[in-house]
């Protein structure tokens, strides 16, 4: 008997697509489980063999989890908003949009033959307004709370303006900076609102702070440390430099 694997693989994955086999219920009675797979960045022709290397084995708990009665989200995406796929724009001489649509249509294309089972329905693409808008929302959020140890929970930082209006920061008990000096609610009142918003700074989920990074002059941005192979850029091998 001849397994004709293509004729029979097309077969069922054309059913799970159809059928949405892999689609997460947003309602269901069975418990929940995650399984989240590092999106891959589309700045290539195609897959390369690190991906199907750790996708298979995350594939196979996601379809081991659901045989076991869980309701399985397993989604997938592209990591296309940032510095390779702007490299392999600038390298083929494209538009990032162009190259970035056409090489996730060969990705998508490629992650269906393999037979993965994730929840398409869910497809992100960090390049996408739609998605980095909620990046952009959480950083606010951020960035307009405190933490409150009395109440263990972030708070509108209106409600800590209220606070030192009324009796200054001797008696708030917040995640905040070592070195704050003690005002009373006179003092705060008294103060400009630069300098407010200074104070507020040292309370603030998100704050200002003086750091060194990996700047690398020839891509013009900075670069995390796995993103530097001996001193020099994995995309291109151009020197990086300690930089505050």
Same mark, same amino acid.
């Given at each position: 008997?001849?397994?004709?694997?293509?004729?029979?693989?097309?077969?069922?994955?054309?059913?799970?697509?159809?059928? /949405?086999?892999?689609?997460?219920?947003?309602?269901?009675?069975?418990?929940?489980?995650?399984?989240?797979?590092?999106?891959?960045? @589309?700045?290539?022709?195609?897959?390369?063999?690190?991906?199907? $290397?750790?996708?298979?084995?995350?594939?196979?708990?996601?379809?081991?989890?659901?045989?076991?009665?869980?309701?399985?989200?397993?989604?997938?995406?592209?990591?296309?908003?940032? $510095? @390779?796929? !702007?490299?392999?724009?600038?390298?083929?001489?494209?538009?990032?949009?162009?190259?970035?649509?056409? +090489?996730?249509?060969?990705?998508?294309?490629?992650?269906?033959?393999?037979?993965?089972?994730?929840?398409?329905?869910? !497809?992100?693409?960090?390049?996408? @307004?739609?998605?980095?808008?909620?990046?952009?929302?959480?950083?606010?959020?951020?960035? +307009?709370? *405190?933490?409150?140890?009395?109440?263990?929970?972030?708070?509108?930082?209106?409600?800590?303006?209220?606070?030192?209006?009324?009796?200054?920061?001797?008696?708030?008990?917040?995640?905040?900076?070592?070195?704050?000096?003690?005002?009373?609610?006179?003092?705060? +009142?008294?103060?400009?609102?630069?300098?407010?918003?200074?104070?507020?700074? /040292?309370?603030?989920?998100?704050?200002?702070?003086?750091?060194?990074?990996? *700047?690398?002059?020839?891509?013009?941005?900075?670069?995390?440390?796995?993103?530097?192979?001996?001193?020099?850029?994995?995309?291109?091998?151009?020197?990086?430099?300690?930089?505050?």
């Amino acid at each position: 008997m001849i397994y004709d694997f293509n004729k029979i693989e097309k077969k069922w994955q054309d059913y799970w697509a159809t059928n /949405q086999t892999f689609k997460a219920e947003n309602i269901s009675d069975k418990p929940k489980f995650y399984v989240l797979d590092m999106f891959p960045y @589309p700045s290539g022709a195609g897959l390369h063999v690190g991906h199907p $290397l750790g996708y298979i084995a995350s594939d196979i708990y996601a379809r081991y989890k659901r045989h076991q009665g869980f309701n399985v989200l397993h989604p997938q995406g592209y990591d296309s908003f940032g $510095l @390779p796929a !702007e490299q392999y724009a600038i390298q083929t001489g494209q538009h990032p949009a162009i190259t970035t649509a056409e +090489n996730i249509k060969t990705y998508r294309r490629q992650l269906d033959q393999i037979g993965f089972s994730f929840d398409w329905s869910r !497809e992100v693409r960090t390049s996408d @307004p739609s998605y980095y808008k909620w990046t952009q929302w959480i950083f606010i959020q951020l960035f +307009n709370s *405190w933490y409150n140890n009395d109440s263990d929970k972030a708070e509108d930082i209106s409600e800590l303006v209220k606070l030192f209006e009324a009796e200054g920061n001797a008696k708030v008990n917040a995640v905040c900076d070592a070195d704050i000096d003690p005002f009373s609610a006179e003092d705060w +009142n008294a103060f400009t609102s630069k300098k407010q918003e200074k104070i507020l700074l /040292q309370y603030r989920l998100t704050y200002l702070a003086e750091t060194e990074v990996n *700047w690398c002059p020839a891509l013009g941005t900075v670069l995390a440390n796995d993103e530097i192979i001996n001193g020099v850029s994995e995309r291109g091998g151009h020197s990086v430099i300690r930089k505050k």
